[in-house]
């Protein structure tokens, strides 16, 4: 079964960084796997902010936040990172990593993830 295990949320001030983690377990990934990041806001539905292919060829970022983000992975650790970089207070929600197999055209839509991690909390202070 498939673990997703996300860590590296807190509290950080605006203009600061903070590195997501997400470690994967339960079987091995190829490079037909996505690990895409989501976010959500309290009373909002889940947002796709960035997914990196498993062989780490492909990236994608949501424009919104295009140029504050970067997302890596280290393949030997089973897990995909998530640098954010100039934080600002509407940045605070829940950031979930999620796997599946979307396509490049459906990378944005939660549907296309099959496996969730338990979120962890990125609030973001002025």
């Known amino acids: 079964q498939v673990q997703l295990v996300e860590s590296g949320g807190g509290l950080a001030q605006a203009g600061g960084s903070l590195r997501l983690s997400c470690a994967a377990s339960g079987r091995t990934f190829s490079s037909d796997d996505v690990m895409g990041w989501f976010r959500q806001a309290p009373g909002t539905d889940k947002e796709f902010i960035a997914a990196i292919t498993w062989d780490g060829v492909t990236r994608y970022y949501s424009r919104p936040m295009r140029g504050r983000l970067s997302i890596a992975r280290d393949e030997h650790e089973n897990t995909v990172y998530l640098q954010m970089n100039s934080l600002k207070p509407e940045d605070t929600a829940v950031y979930y990593c999620?796997?599946?197999?979307?396509?490049?055209?459906?990378?944005?839509?939660?549907?296309?993830?099959?496996?969730w991690g338990q979120g962890t909390q990125v609030t973001v202070s002025t």
């Open positions: 999620a796997t599946g197999r979307p396509s490049s055209t459906t990378m944005f839509l939660t549907g296309n993830y099959d496996t």
